[in-house]
């Protein structure tokens, strides 16, 4: 060997920073690859397994064993695909920072893996994801990362030379893929029908699961690249009975509620009275309080809840590059001449106040630590509204409502009724019934709230006519077959995660002045609904008339009085 290939070949397989008396041993490539897809899959992958236990079970040994054989041979497939010099050890890094973050979310919280649940996280402001953060967490990071990556570093990889380097990075993927294909024609049925019936498997598989989130958030964010031309909607709307034909304008404040799950608010007959503010007004004269039980969300996230509840498209037709270019309900009501207004104490509107007047509340009083009272929402909206200036209003007040895993920090001393609380974002040191306990506080601190915007639009009806709504964007699971939060893929998605709180109360003047009949009222929403009949029922309720609202879809299109 010449003396520069022998400075070549100890520059590939020198340890990093220098030379000393212990140098660990040079490995090839496809060596290298080997490991590493048997340590992510035999280590990482508990939540599969556990799923595949339950699915397939015992009595099919050999269909759990091609399962096995097929998620080695997909990570093996993965990590190949990066099997050469400069790429390959990054791309392990990540692989591995990858799944030891998801998998250490899918066994302390039972979620899964998608993007949605990635795009939510990656929405999320600094206190949400510091909420989140835990001893356990980074400890299990340290273990199930750092070390990895140590190790990695230290290992010298001996890379062939010439052409060899080809062929050692296509021999491998080639025989994955062939056996692959063989795994998938000799046992397809039974496969497919697994897969079929149990859709949430393809969400466990790590680190495939957070690689193919990534990979579709980063086509979605290419494409927003080159938007689409934005969609004006509702070009034709009025306002049906003006301010003029009315002694009063109308306002209408809507409580856009974080994480509450319907089956925990008492008026839906939880065995605990968690809405005694709420129970009181619909025995209270003045006004009436109208429940919504049976209401679906359009999502499972805020991320992709809230644009969806505010657009036009509705669940069914929901695209999100749609959505957020093109105009919502609010922006019609501005258009018409309604004052539309969004104060926000949660992460953001997620575009859909991008185009109206917005305002994030701030109080010394009820700002202390890393978030607000809810409260400081009704602080801003007295602040903003003028009686003087004779025109409807809308305003959203986005609260933080019941965000988890935190739920303790939601209410305050004197707020806590159910005890003992979980104080800890590590649900698997807490009793789920502690869980529950600090997840119902939180449920009153919001039927606080409601009640203190119900006292405020009543102390207002001399200048306005008042109603408020209240909705959810999504509910929560609190530990129900081991499942905790919320983000699960929507036809997957437990209905704790899917059913959400509505309720609306209408003073008295507010029913007159707009010809709205309560009773009538009373008995559609005993029906099924769901975030798809926002659009059409709020531009409703503020008398706007357009060919973009859908009658079928206006809770009050048969509610007006004669």
């Known amino acids: 060997m010449s003396l520069s290939s022998k400075r070549s070949f100890h520059a590939e397989t020198a340890a990093p920073g220098g030379t000393g008396r212990f140098q660990w041993p040079a490995i090839k490539p496809h060596w290298m690859v080997l490991i590493g897809a048997i340590a992510l899959t035999g280590f990482y992958n508990f939540p599969f397994y556990s799923a595949i236990e339950r699915y397939v079970g015992f009595e099919q040994p050999m269909l759990m064993v091609k399962l096995v054989f097929l998620l080695l041979l997909v990570n093996h497939l993965l990590i190949s695909l990066f099997s050469f010099r400069f790429a390959l050890k990054p791309a392990l890094v990540f692989l591995f920072f990858s799944a030891a973050l998801s998998g250490y979310f899918m066994n302390a919280y039972g979620v899964l893996i998608d993007k949605h649940m990635l795009q939510n996280a990656l929405e999320t402001d600094v206190h949400e994801a510091r909420g989140l953060l835990s001893t356990g967490m980074l400890i299990h990071m340290a273990i199930f990362f750092v070390v990895p990556a140590v190790l990695l570093y230290l290992i010298r990889v001996k890379w062939p030379p010439g052409f060899k380097k080809v062929t050692h990075w296509l021999a491998p993927i080639a025989i994955d893929v062939a056996l692959i294909l063989v795994l998938a024609l000799t046992s397809y049925q039974e496969m497919a029908s697994t897969f079929r019936n ?58 856009l509620g974080e994480t509450a799950r319907a089956d925990h608010f008492g008026l839906n007959g939880y065995e605990r009275n968690t809405t005694p503010e709420l129970s009181q007004l619909v025995r209270e004269p003045g006004g009436k309080l109208v429940n919504f039980p049976q209401v679906s969300s359009c999502g499972t996230a805020t991320a992709l809840s809230v644009p969806c509840m505010f657009s036009w498209l509705g669940r069914p037709d929901y695209d999100e590059a749609v959505a957020k270019n093109s105009d919502n309900y609010l922006d019609i009501m501005a258009r018409a001449g309604i004052v539309s207004t969004w104060l926000d104490n949660n992460s953001g509107c997620k575009g859909v106040c991008d185009r109206i007047p917005t305002t994030r509340p701030e109080d010394i009083e009820l700002c202390q630590g890393e978030y607000c009272d809810d409260l400081v929402l009704l602080k801003g909206a007295h602040e903003q509204l003028d009686a003087g200036d004779n025109k409807d209003h809308f305003m959203v007040l986005h609260q933080l409502g019941s965000h988890g895993p935190e739920y303790y920090k939601r209410s305050k001393p004197d707020q806590k009724k159910f005890l003992p609380e979980c104080e800890s974002n590590e649900f698997q040191t807490c009793d789920q019934q502690a869980i529950i306990n600090a997840y119902d506080n939180s449920i009153l601190v919001t039927d606080e709230l409601l009640g203190d915007t119900v006292r405020m639009l009543k102390s207002m009806q001399s200048d306005y006519n008042t109603a408020l709504v209240y909705v959810s964007d999504h509910g929560e699971s609190l530990g129900e077959s081991g499942i905790y939060l919320h983000g699960i893929p929507y036809m997957l998605a437990p209905e704790a995660q899917t059913h959400v709180p509505m309720v609306m109360w209408l003073s008295d003047g507010f029913q007159i002045a707009n010809r709205i009949d309560a009773e009538c009222l009373n008995q559609v929403a005993s029906q099924p609904l769901s975030h798809d009949n926002l659009f059409s029922s709020m531009l409703g309720m503020m008398n706007v008339e357009s060919e973009a609202v859908k009658p079928s879809l206006n809770i009050f299109e048969d509610c007006r009085a004669q």
Request: avoid cysteine; proline fraction near 7%.
């Open 198 to 255: 149990h859709r949430d498997i393809k969400d466990l598989v790590v680190p495939v699961n957070s690689v193919a989130a990534l990979g579709s958030l980063v086509s979605k964010v290419a494409a927003a690249q080159f938007p689409q031309e934005y969609q004006q909607v509702g070009l034709d709307a009025t306002v049906s009975l003006p301010v003029a034909d009315r002694a009063k304008p109308n306002l209408v404040v809507f409580v």
